[in-house]
């Protein structure tokens, strides 16, 4: 338990049987009525996203959320296996927990996995990975300066808008937030 004092970004609360990160907070002195924290929270597993009001002092749950650097092994089936990299023990995360990270790792990369009671939060990937281009359109003489775009496949079968100058086999930095071309790498 800790005071809504003590609350600080990133800290996850337990909040009606759910997990909530503190994205942001504010401690607020009306000159009239006693303080309160106003905080916008968001929910650890489906990514919603509200805003709640505490009054000072109040008591509130918090979690323990633990993450680990772990190296993404292989797909079995509809789940994955990563390995934790300091005491080489293997977890199965299910495919709805992974989600939209699969799009972009490969075997071997390393990821952040946040657990919580040995259950399996989130994955967290890097913000940007290098990947290989298998399959794109032939650009065309001249299409250099237009500043267009068009669908790449790369190696992870994620399909990513590029540059027209791009072709098969070179590679890219993406951003794995929101699935945007970074540039070459």
């Known amino acids: 338990m800790a005071s809504t004092n003590d609350l600080k970004n990133g800290l996850v609360l337990n909040l009606d049987g759910d997990l909530w990160t503190v994205v942001e907070f504010q401690h607020v002195k009306p000159g009239k009525g006693g303080a309160f924290v106003r905080t916008t929270l968001k929910n650890v597993l489906s990514g919603k996203v509200v805003d709640r009001t505490f009054n000072?002092?109040?008591k509130v749950d918090t979690a323990t959320v633990d993450k680990r650097t772990m190296q993404y092994l292989y797909a079995d089936?509809?789940?994955y296996v990563f390995m934790d990299l300091d005491t080489y023990d293997q977890i199965t995360v299910p495919g709805g927990t992974v989600g939209e990270a699969s799009k972009f790792m490969l075997p071997e990369a390393e990821v952040?996995?946040?657990t919580h009671e040995d259950a399996p939060l989130y994955?967290?990937?890097?913000?940007?990975?290098i990947l290989e281009v298998t399959y794109t359109e032939p650009g065309?003489?001249?299409?250099r300066s237009t500043g267009g775009t068009k669908p790449a496949t790369v190696e992870t079968g994620a399909t990513v808008?590029?540059?027209l100058f791009?072709?098969?086999g070179e590679k890219i930095k993406v951003d794995t937030r929101d699935s945007r071309?970074?540039?070459r790498a």
Do not use: F, H, K, R
């Not at 994955?123 to 990975?129: A, G, H, N």
């Open 56 to 58: 000072a002092g109040t």
């Open 77 to 79: 089936g509809e789940d």
């Open 112 to 114: 952040i996995v946040a």
């Open 123 to 129: 994955v967290e990937l890097p913000t940007s990975v």
């Open 140 to 143: 065309l003489q001249g299409d």
């Open 161 to 163: 808008n590029v540059p």
């Open 166 to 168: 791009i072709s098969t």
């Open 181 to 183: 071309y970074l540039g």
